[in-house]
């Protein structure tokens, strides 16, 4: 058994794509290019917008906030949902919520 920690402490900083108040947490990595994560987006946090290296799949585990694609439509997004971004899509999210947001991706 492997004891595992997700708490935002054990998380680094985004640096990239103008991100603001945004962390991530690598879940695991396969010898395929899989790799399973968490973010989190502060209040007022935001992961800016950037083409996606891979497929990546988020799945909003607490909060709420909005996506946009490169047509720049505002699309909200709460827990229990997600969105998988295809190889190459551009994107950008925003937490909306006085409290943190948590995405699994």
């Known amino acids: 058994m492997q004891l595992l920690q997700f ?3 054990f998380a680094n900083p985004i640096h990239q794509y103008q ?3 945004t962390f991530y947490r690598k879940i695991t990595k396969t010898e395929v290019p899989t790799t399973i994560g968490f973010i989190y987006i502060e209040p007022g946090g935001v992961v800016g917008m ?3 290296p891979v ?3 988020f ?3 607490n909060g709420e906030g909005w996506i946009s694609g490169e047509e720049g ?3 909200t997004i709460k827990t229990g949902q997600g969105v998988l ?3 190459a899509n551009l994107f950008f999210m925003r937490n ?3 409290l943190k947001n948590h995405f699994l991706c």
């Open 7 to 9: 708490t935002q402490d």
């Open 19 to 21: 991100s603001i108040d």
């Open 50 to 52: 950037h083409e996606a």
């Open 55 to 57: 497929p990546q799949l």
């Open 59 to 61: 799945i909003v585990i």
């Open 73 to 75: 439509e505002k699309i």
């Open 85 to 87: 971004w295809h190889q």
């Open 96 to 98: 909306i919520q006085i």
